[in-house]
């Protein structure tokens, strides 16, 4: 089982944090590499009994440290894999600021487009605006020359309509003359003899 442990150890984790959790345990199993002490200078152990109570110490304490360094392992392997799922939420998040990042991107583009466009469309209307202007001031100057000559017009026609009336009351008064006239002559004409005819044999 000590075998076991020490070969997961060495094979499965390779992260630092494993190895610092389990830096403890491996400590331990190396205080334990104590030597076993000899029948012959010491004494202590003279009979079988000893030695079996011994190593079953030994067996013992072993299986408690595999069992410390069982757990550090657990741990470590659910703080990797906490660790990779974090990792992998990251990762997801910073896919998804990348392409919120792109649209963004894409949306400042249209809206330049679009700026682009309205300052184009300004610029037009400001023309636009500075030529109706121009043909507004050039209008309202034909208008007061019109004004002009209509007030020119005006008063020439007046004068004529007064040239008018007074050419017709002369006409009217011809007229009133030319029927006198014709009156005068006939009446004339009237009193006039009337010639006698010639006597022929």
Same mark, same amino acid.
């Given at each position: 089982?000590? $075998?076991? #442990?020490?070969?997961?150890? =060495?094979?499965?984790?390779?992260?630092?944090?494993?190895?610092?959790?389990?830096?403890?345990?491996?400590?331990?199993?190396?205080?334990?590499?104590?030597?076993?002490?000899?029948?012959?200078?010491?004494?202590?152990?003279?009979? +079988?009994?000893?030695?079996?109570?011994?190593?079953?110490?030994?067996?013992?304490?072993?299986?408690?440290?595999?069992?410390?360094?069982? #757990?550090?392992?657990? +741990?470590?392997?659910?703080?990797?894999?906490?660790?990779?799922?974090?990792?992998?939420? +990251? $990762?997801?998040?910073?896919?998804?600021?990348?392409?919120?990042?792109?649209?963004?991107?894409?949306?400042?583009?249209?809206?330049?487009?679009?700026?682009? =466009? #309205?300052?184009?469309?300004?610029?037009?209307?400001?023309?636009?605006?500075?030529?109706?202007?121009?043909?507004?001031?050039?209008?309202?100057?034909?208008?007061?020359?019109?004004?002009?000559?209509?007030?020119?017009?005006?008063?020439?026609?007046?004068?004529? %309509?007064?040239?008018? #009336?007074?050419?017709? +009351?002369?006409? $009217?008064?011809?007229?009133?003359?030319?029927?006198?006239?014709?009156? %005068?002559?006939?009446?004339?004409?009237?009193?006039?003899?009337?010639?006698?005819?010639? $006597?022929?044999?």
């Amino acid at each position: 089982m000590w $075998f076991l #442990a020490v070969n997961l150890t =060495g094979s499965t984790i390779s992260d630092i944090s494993l190895q610092k959790n389990l830096g403890f345990g491996n400590s331990l199993l190396e205080s334990d590499h104590e030597s076993f002490p000899e029948n012959s200078k010491s004494g202590s152990l003279s009979t +079988a009994s000893n030695i079996y109570d011994y190593y079953e110490t030994k067996v013992s304490s072993l299986i408690r440290k595999f069992g410390i360094l069982e #757990a550090q392992l657990l +741990a470590a392997i659910a703080s990797k894999e906490a660790s990779e799922k974090n990792l992998a939420s +990251a $990762f997801k998040s910073r896919q998804e600021m990348d392409n919120k990042l792109t649209d963004t991107l894409k949306e400042i583009e249209l809206l330049r487009e679009k700026l682009a =466009g #309205a300052e184009l469309a300004q610029e037009d209307a400001s023309n636009l605006s500075n030529i109706v202007h121009s043909d507004n001031v050039r209008l309202e100057h034909d208008v007061a020359f019109l004004k002009a000559i209509l007030d020119d017009t005006q008063k020439e026609l007046h004068s004529t %309509r007064g040239v008018l #009336a007074g050419e017709r +009351a002369r006409a $009217f008064q011809l007229q009133v003359e030319v029927f006198h006239l014709k009156q %005068r002559l006939q009446s004339m004409e009237n009193r006039a003899p009337t010639p006698r005819k010639p $006597f022929h044999v």
